[in-house]
């Protein structure tokens, strides 16, 4: 691509994603196209000679971006509700530009050592000693991977030459409101299904600390060697929180690594009175927060942090001779940290962000996300044909119609089809129930008005067409 025409279609697209960034909220947020639409309206095969920008530019606006649903739109409440901030996409575009790759310090010093700086930034953001060292993955899914293969090092020393086989079996444990990263990790570390337990919560949704300690004692008798400990702040289906600080008390008692999956909550810390509820994770071994969930950067970006990161180092570091040099004694090998050889330079995002909002921007930002959350729930609970079915210490609520699970899921999927709003769903003890989830920077108290109407009134006309 020459140099003019590269400026020309950057400064077409850079106006293109500032007309959509303001008018994302007039679109649908979930357009309800049927599988296979775009599949259908694209070539199969990849054209034989090369095409104008502007062909492929009209096809994007015209055949992609109608399909898709649209995270950034202020009324998207499903999942967790994410931003891509301003100053994130600045980062993420430059990041794309340099493309640089951040394997060791001599592949892109700056790069290197630009990770250390915003993480350590973010650390104190969040109130994490500075004994946690973080490192940037891809996902939370690929962190707690990364947290629990140090802690099988620890457990099983002997594995890492030997392997797993012939050795006593281990466990992980977790409240069975864990995400499911952490039992894929399970299933990929060779601990097998049954080398996951997981501990039944509380009427919070918390995990039963008691249950936790009885399952540990158990296994122990049994022969079954207590891998780690995963206890989340801020879970998938209800943001619940797990007595944390309890929790480091068994893992201290019995030796036993203690992950803390913070992917989603973890960026609430940077308010006071959040970062209360997280008391004892700083006793952590190692702790996960994805700035890509609530702390407005672009996906992906998930920091791990590990008071023992020389075990990562054991479980992952092999250095071909291609990647020695002078160095590498004293800097960081990014590498050394997980799978992954290759590394987008993510931190410049996560950099841009907390330099753009500092910290009163960010702390601002999640305490009114967090007091429209509750405000909503308030509204839930005045009215007698819903209710709220968990704690909201967080910026998701969880509700559902008394009439039962096919209004609840109706009622959602008939808000879903209009396109104004974008709601999920969840098993929460058998019942289905719909989340809200705030997390977005244009999210206004009135958006959360306007779905809480929408809701009210599909469930009227549910019930009435029943
Ligand atoms: C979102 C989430 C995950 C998974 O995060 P990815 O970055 O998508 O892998 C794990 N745990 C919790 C608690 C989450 O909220």
Request: proline content about 5%; glycine content about 6%; hydrophobic content about 45%.
């Amino acid at each position: 691509m020459p140099e003019d025409e590269f400026r020309r279609y950057a400064r077409e697209t850079a106006d293109w994603m500032s007309d959509y960034l303001a008018t994302v909220g007039d679109l649908p947020v979930f357009s309800s196209p049927s599988p296979g639409f775009l599949t259908s309206a694209l070539p199969r095969e990849a054209p034989d000679h090369g095409e104008s920008m502007d062909e492929v530019l009209r096809d994007f606006r015209e055949l992609v971006v109608p399909g898709l649903t649209h995270w950034n739109h202020p009324s998207f409440f499903g999942y967790f509700s994410i931003t891509a901030s301003g100053p994130g996409i600045l980062g993420e575009m430059l990041a794309a530009a340099l493309n640089v790759n951040a394997m060791v310090w001599r592949s892109s010093p700056a790069a290197t050592e630009l990770e250390d700086v915003t993480t350590n930034w973010l650390r104190q953001l969040v109130g994490l000693p500075e004994v946690f060292e973080g490192v940037i993955n891809d996902t939370a899914s690929s962190s707690s991977l990364y947290a629990l293969a140090a802690a099988r090092e620890v457990a099983y020393p002997e594995a890492h030459s030997a392997g797993m086989f012939g050795m006593p079996r281990g466990r992980i444990y977790a409240s069975e409101e864990a995400h499911s990263s952490i039992e894929k990790a399970v299933l990929t570390l060779g601990f097998g299904r049954e080398g996951f337990r997981t501990i039944p919560t509380d009427e919070a949704f918390s995990m039963d600390v008691e249950a936790l300690r009885a399952a540990i004692a158990e296994d122990v008798v049994a022969g079954i060697q207590p891998v780690g400990i995963v206890a989340t702040l801020g879970t998938t289906s209800a943001a619940a929180v797990d007595p944390v600080d309890q929790i480091a008390d068994l893992a201290e008692e019995y030796g036993v690594w203690l992950h803390v999956d913070a992917a989603y909550g973890g960026s609430a810390a940077v308010v006071p009175e959040v970062r209360a509820l997280f008391q004892g994770w700083d006793r952590a071994d190692s702790v996960v927060i994805n700035p890509h969930k609530w702390l407005f950067t672009p996906i992906d970006c998930s920091v791990l942090y590990c008071q023992r990161p020389e075990m990562l180092v054991r479980a992952f570091s092999i250095v071909p001779e291609y990647l020695t040099s002078a160095e590498q004694a004293e800097t960081r090998s990014l590498m050394d940290y997980g799978i992954s050889l290759g590394r987008r330079f993510r931190a410049l995002k996560l950099w841009f962000v907390l330099r753009a909002f500092g910290r009163d921007g960010i702390r601002a930002r999640i305490r009114y996300h967090v007091e429209i959350a509750r405000h909503f729930a308030e509204l839930v609970e005045a009215e007698e044909e819903w209710e709220v079915t968990a704690p909201v210490h967080l910026s998701l609520v969880t509700i559902r119609h008394v009439a039962g699970d096919k209004v609840t899921k109706r009622a959602m999927d008939r808000v879903n089809g209009s396109g104004e709003a974008f709601l999920t769903h969840t098993d929460l003890r058998g019942q289905t129930v719909i989340r809200l989830a705030i997390g977005n920077l244009k999210t206004t108290r009135d958006d959360v008005l306007h779905v809480w109407d929408l809701l009210r009134e599909a469930a009227a006309l549910e019930i009435s067409e029943d």
